[in-house]
């Protein structure tokens, strides 16, 4: 059973340039989040979907959105990108989302902003 | 607001000893808590998910408690290896609206000699 798999592992960009990254969940699984990875700040939440509809937010500026398709593939984009946004970032899918399920992480995408 | 932390930050120990890694809560009110594990600038590994009813759970070498009323769970990792090098994470489930998210500590770095 494959895993959740992000792509691309690995990116650099540009200040002020956009980025979007991609998602898939185990098959099955309906719950996508995201996370955000970086030596100060640990592990931050920055969203979650199901079916298509975000349900949770995280404390992140209106800079980052994602979005996720009928077969519950995620994308999430950070537009006007700062230094800042250098991180890893991590998406995790679960079978509903609900809070008893066990959330599974994909291998991450590593930006860098220069 | 949920605040994890974990204790020690880092550990390094020989190989072949038992040892144990702290994570405290400070909001009782969780559905699960699960233990991660994570390879430098790799993603996320599950190792064991407690649910809120349970007090403990394990898998192999590793065994994990949890007390909800006190805020506390600890990860025990019998005849430790060279291969358990790794940043331990532990993270706890909130229910915030209609959405689960984890909210992470800061993890502890493991080191096991030879």
Redesign the interface.
Known sequence: KAG?T?TPRYLIKTRGQQVTLSCSPISGHR?V?W?QQTPGQ??Q?LF?Y?SETQ??K?NFPGRFSGRQFSNSRSEMNVSTLELGDSA?Y?C?SSWS????????????T?LTVV | KQEVTQIPAALSVPEGENLVLNCSFTDSAI??L?W?RQDP??????LL?I?SSQREQTSGRLNASLDKSSGRSTLYIAASQPGDSATY?C?V???????????????TRLQVTL
């Open positions: 959740v992000q719950s989040s996370y640990g592990l939440f979650e199901f349900r949770n995280g890893l991590l995790a989302g609900a809070p008893n399920t066990e959330a599974f992480f994909g291998q991450g590593r | 559905y699960n699960q991660f600038g790799k993603g996320l590994t599950s998910l649910q994470l993270a489930a909130d229910f915030t609206g209609t959405a689960s998210k984890l909210t992470f500590g800061t993890g």
